[in-house]
T-cell receptor, first 108, second 112 residues
Framework: EDQVTQSPEALRLQEGESSSLNCSYT??????LFWYRQDPGKGPEFLFT???AGEEKEKERLKATLTKKESFLHITAPKPEDSATYLC?????????FGTGTSLTVIP | NAGVTQTPKFQVLKTGQSMTLQCAQD?????MYWYRQDPGMGLRLIYY???????DKGEVPNGYNVSRLNKREFSLRLESAAPSQTSVYFC???????????FGSGTRLTVV
């Protein structure tokens, strides 16, 4: 069964405390692994797409990496404005599966 | 610079009532999508339109219908609302099929 699973569900960090969010997937014929950021009351905002194992992409304090079974979103020295829910997603066939997200809170 | 615009932002319906959620994008995107987001369930695809003139079912299409009115507009209709349809609904569009969605700000629907 195609599935995208994220962990942890919630993460609280002190400002400057680096950490990683995990997205594991069991999707046949992966055509990309996507990361989105969602702020409360808003729609998700596209961050990255990764296509092949070993690929990395960076944006400010965020770096996304991809292996054959997992993707990680590394957050380096986070700031309070990085607080949001981070979603990963993968397309397969005519479907596009989203994980349930990791809610990140960065405490000043 | 509007992106994807959804209306209304909030709606309360009684069981059995009907309504249409409107979505319009101004980015000349080919593909449009309707998702619902529920706590603990994540975003689930209801219907999508890969290109103007086509629509297809997603993961949870029961109880919904869609119309791709033109390249810009994609509406979602609930013919007879049920409490199980209480959710936040998001419209999205993309230039390339299932790539780099741009989402609207959502419609929070409550069915009582």
């Amino acid at each position: 069964e195609d599935q995208v699973t994220q962990s942890p569900e919630a993460l609280r960090l002190q400002e400057g405390e680096s950490s990683s969010l995990n997205c594991s997937y069991t999707v046949s014929g992966l055509r990309g692994l996507f990361w989105y950021r969602q702020d409360p009351g808003k729609g998700p905002e596209f961050l990255f797409t990764l296509y092949s194992a070993g690929e990395e992409k960076e944006k400010e304090r965020l770096k996304a990496t991809l292996t054959k079974k997992e993707s990680f979103l590394h957050i380096t020295a986070p700031k309070p404005e990085d607080s949001a829910t981070y979603l990963c997603a993968a397309p397969t066939g005519n479907q596009f599966y989203f994980g349930t997200g990791t809610s990140l809170t960065v405490i000043p | 610079n509007a992106g994807v615009t959804q209306t209304p932002k909030f709606q309360v319906l009684k069981t059995g009532q009907s309504m249409t959620l409107q979505c319009a994008q101004d980015m000349n995107h080919n593909s449009m999508y309707w998702y619902r987001q529920d706590p603990g369930m994540g975003l689930r695809l209801i219907y999508y339109s890969a290109s103007e003139g086509t629509t297809d079912k997603g993961e949870v299409p029961n109880g919904y219908n869609v119309s791709r009115l033109n390249k810009r507009e994609f509406s979602l209709r609930l013919e007879s609302a049920a409490p199980s349809q209480t959710s936040v609904y998001f419209c999205a569009s993309s230039d390339i099929y299932h790539y780099g969605y741009t989402f609207g700000s959502g419609t929070r629907l409550t069915v009582v």
